[in-house]
């Protein structure tokens, strides 16, 4: 949050100012005394960067009210010379504002800006809130970008890959893991609006894309799975996002765990899988997902698995007709038996559980 002092120095003011919007709303011209104003605090050698960190916390509004104004002078606000106020303004748009096609167009450099203060944050911030204020900057920035090429707000392809692979090359392990983790999240909820195929289908190429790099990193060393571990089991929030297709859900599922290599916390994929197995076409494919996950167990795993909910999908694969689907089924079972579950041991064998 903006530091309580600062909110009482300049908040009332800020609102006070910003009353304008309901001469924009009503279709009138505003006052242009009224950006000028705004415009000399910003050129104001002495201004305190907590002014451009408002103004940046309220971007897509101040876009709203003076868009065109802005766009001549984009570095009115970002301004590179310099770099305490264009930081200020950058983190608190990405950290507390949310992505509008307006912005970047207003301000076509933000993103460009933005991947450069990434690289650069690390090294200047020495407080104790630092780690927590890149990790936000950061994080929002990659869902920012994404959300910018899923819907094809770049001038061309080349452009967004280019933005998403600075972003992946420049942020943390851990907030590339949290980016692609909050994409699945973004995906999974319910929306009233009806969002064009393609928009779901360049979201899966964020993913494919990435993966590609992953996958073509970790085969050039082994020894760089742990950087790409969380990233590779982010994915798996994905797999709940019904907008994408279920085949396209589980390829890509069945690859990430491939190459997942240390345990996790598994709860949410078990829930996936228990999901999955309620209907007899996707019996295989959740079968398939539960036996990559215990071929990677944790010691907390045997108290993640409950044998009401997870033995009459074994039972039924072992009852399938399909060989490949009893031998998938055989194969988990074998698995729950090792992990010293052996109330499984039963399964396929009890009545009461064969019929299920």
Request: charged share 25%; aromatic share 14%.
């Amino acid at each position: 949050q903006l530091p309580r002092a600062f909110q009482r120095k300049y908040s009332k003011d800020f609102n006070n100012r910003f009353s304008v919007y309901r001469q924009k709303k009503k279709a009138k011209d505003i006052d242009s005394w009224i950006f000028e104003l705004i415009r000399s605090r910003l050129l104001n050698t002495d201004e305190s960067p907590a002014i451009f960190a408002l103004l940046g916390s309220n971007l897509r509004f101040l876009v709203h009210l003076f868009g065109p104004e802005f766009k001549q002078s984009p570095e009115l606000l970002f301004p590179t010379a310099r770099p305490i106020h264009q930081q200020a303004a950058l983190v608190a748009h990405f950290r507390y504002d949310r992505p509008d096609i307006y912005n970047i167009t207003t301000f076509p450099n933000i993103l460009s800006w933005g991947l450069k203060a990434l690289k650069v944050l690390p090294k200047e911030l020495d407080d104790k809130d630092s780690t927590q204020t890149l990790r936000d900057f950061g994080q929002r920035l990659g869902i920012q970008i994404a959300f910018y090429y899923w819907n094809n707000a770049f001038l061309n392809d080349l452009k967004g890959e280019a933005a998403l692979d600075a972003f992946f090359a420049n942020a943390a392990p851990k907030t590339r893991a949290a980016v692609i983790t909050q994409i699945g999240s973004i995906f999974e909820k319910p929306t009233n609006e009806n969002p064009s195929v393609e928009l779901f289908q360049r979201a899966m190429r964020v993913w494919e894309r990435r993966y590609e790099q992953i996958a073509l990193n970790i085969d050039c060393s082994d020894d760089l799975v742990d950087e790409y571990d969380g990233e590779l089991f982010g994915f798996t929030n994905w797999l709940d996002s019904e907008c994408f297709s279920f085949d396209w859900r589980f390829e890509y599922g069945k690859k990430a765990l491939n190459l997942l290599k240390k345990s996790r916390e598994w709860y949410g994929l078990l829930k996936t899988i228990t999901k999955w197995a309620e209907t007899a076409e996707h019996l295989k494919p959740a079968l398939e997902l539960f036996y990559l996950m215990l071929t990677k167990p944790n010691e907390n795993l045997r108290w993640s698995i409950q044998v009401k909910e997870f033995g009459p999908i074994i039972s039924r694969g072992l009852s399938s007709e399909d060989a490949d689907i009893m031998k998938i089924a055989e194969q988990c079972r074998d698995e729950l038996l090792k992990l010293g579950l052996f109330d499984f041991l039963e399964i396929g064998k009890s009545s009461h559980l064969s019929s299920t």
